[in-house]
C-alpha cells in the first residue's frame, strides 16, 4: 500500500518519532485552530481546544487506520471535540448568534463598501467580509460552512460527520449561501 | 422560460445537474442579465469561501503540546534525579558539619586576618548555626518518634527522609504550580 505524505509520518511518529509529530502539528495547526476559533469565537478557549485536539490525537494515533485519509481522520476528531464543547457551553454561543453582532460586524465594513461598491474593494477585503458575514451565522449553518470549505469535505463526508442525510447538509450549505448573499445584498456590496 | 431561483443558480454553479439541466439553464443565464448578474453573486461568495482566511495560530499551542507529550525529563527521572541531588548534599552538609564542629576550617580562616577572611569565616560560622539548628530539628523529631513508636531511626536518616520529602514537595509545587501559571500565561 502506498502511503501518503501524512500516512508516513504517522508511521514514523507510532515508531516513536517526536520530529514527525511536530512536522504533522505544524501542518494542520493553522487550519485546526482557525476551524475551532470560527465555532466557538472565542480565543482562549480556541488554544485550549487546539491543544486538547493535538494531544488526543496523538494518543490516539495507534487506532489510525491506513486506509483512511489522515486528515478527514483528524477533522472528524477536532469536530467532536468542538461539538462537546458547544454542548456544554450552549448558552454563551446562542448569544453570541444575535443579530446585534451580525450588523455590528457587518457595519465595520459599511463605511469602504458604500462608498465603493465590491468592485473596487480589494480581493482580500472581500474575502474578510465574507468570512465575517460566516462568523456571523447560526451555528447549524455555521459549522458545515466551515468543514466543507475550511476543512474542504465533500457533502457525504459531512453528512456522516455531523449524522445528517445528505440532503440537509446540501440545503443548509445553500441557505447558509443565500443568507450570506442577503447581507452583502443588504449592504449593497453587489453594487 | 422564466427567471430562475437561487437553487437553480447555485446547482449550476456546483455543477449538480444533469446535463439536460445544464444546458437549459447555462442558455437561460446567456440571455438573462439577471440571472447572469444572481450568478456573478454566488460565485464571487463561492470563490471566497474556498480560499478561507486563516489567521496564523498562535505558538503557544505548539510549545503546550510538544511540552505535555514530550517534556525534556520524564516526571519519574526528574525525581530520581532531585532525590540523588538531595542525598548527595546531604552527605556534603553533614560533612561540612563535622568539619565546622571540629572548628578546623574556622581556625584556618583565623589565622589569617584580612577583611577578605573574616567574611569567609562570617560566611562559614553562618552555615555551621543554620547545620546545627537542623541537626537538632533532626534529633527532637528523632526523640519524638522513639517515644511515641519506641523506633529508633536515627538522625541521619531522619535528616535524609526529610530532605527528600522537602524537595519531593517543592518538586510537586513546582510543577503544578508554576508550569500552570507558564502555561496560562503562554495561552494569553
Wanted: contains cysteine.
Amino acid at each position: 500500500m502506498k502511503l501518503d505524505e501524512d500516512q508516513s509520518l504517522i508511521k514514523d511518529i507510532l515508531k516513536g518519532d517526536k520530529r514527525s509529530f511536530e512536522k504533522l502539528m505544524k501542518k494542520y495547526n493553522r487550519r485546526i485552530y482557525n476551524f475551532i476559533y470560527r465555532m466557538i469565537r472565542d480565543e482562549e478557549s480556541s488554544i485550549e481546544l487546539s491543544q486538547e485536539f493535538f494531544i488526543k490525537i496523538y494518543t490516539v494515533m495507534y487506532k489510525y487506520n491506513f486506509q483512511y485519509k489522515f486528515s478527514t481522520w483528524a477533522y472528524r476528531i477536532c469536530y467532536n471535540l468542538v461539538i462537546d464543547h458547544i454542548r456544554k457551553n450552549q448558552v454563551q454561543i446562542d448569544s453570541l448568534d444575535g443579530k446585534d453582532i451580525k450588523q455590528k460586524q457587518i457595519l465595520d465594513h459599511t463605511g469602504t463598501q458604500l462608498k465603493d461598491g465590491y468592485h473596487n474593494l480589494e480581493k482580500e477585503e472581500i474575502k474578510t467580509i465574507v468570512w465575517d458575514v460566516v462568523d456571523t451565522i447560526p451555528v447549524k449553518y455555521r459549522e458545515l460552512i466551515l468543514l466543507r470549505y475550511m476543512q474542504g469535505l465533500k457533502y457525504d463526508e459531512i453528512a456522516e460527520f455531523t449524522g445528517l442525510p445528505v440532503g440537509t447538509v446540501k440545503n443548509r450549505i445553500f441557505k447558509a449561501k443565500e443568507i450570506l448573499k442577503m447581507e452583502m445584498v443588504k449592504n449593497e456590496m453587489f453594487k | 422560460m422564466k427567471c430562475l431561483n437561487n437553487k437553480q443558480i447555485n446547482d449550476y454553479m456546483e455543477k449538480t445537474l444533469n446535463s439536460m439541466e445544464y444546458s437549459l439553464i447555462r442558455d437561460h443565464i446567456l440571455s438573462c442579465g439577471k440571472c447572469r448578474e444572481s450568478l456573478k453573486h454566488y460565485e464571487l461568495i463561492e470563490n471566497n469561501l474556498k480560499e478561507p482566511e486563516l489567521k496564523e495560530a498562535p505558538a503557544a499551542i505548539e510549545q503546550f503540546v510538544m511540552r505535555k507529550l514530550f517534556p525534556r525529563f520524564s516526571h519519574v527521572a526528574s525525581l530520581i534525579t532531585l532525590i540523588a541531588a538531595s542525598f548527595m548534599l546531604l552527605i556534603v552538609g553533614i560533612y561540612i558539619y563535622f568539619d565546622f564542629a571540629n572548628d578546623s576550617m574556622i581556625k584556618a580562616f583565623h589565622l589569617t586576618k584580612d577583611n577578605a577572611t573574616s567574611i569567609i569565616s562570617s560566611i562559614v560560622k553562618f552555615v555551621s548555626v543554620v547545620f546545627s539548628g537542623l541537626l537538632a530539628i533532626f534529633k527532637a523529631i528523632n526523640a519524638l518518634l522513639e517515644a511515641l513508636l519506641n523506633v529508633h531511626i536515627g538522625v541521619e536518616i531522619t535528616g535524609t527522609f526529610f530532605a527528600i520529602l522537602l524537595i519531593t514537595i517543592s518538586y510537586l509545587i513546582y510543577n503544578k504550580l508554576f508550569l500552570k501559571l507558564k502555561d496560562s500565561r503562554q495561552n494569553k
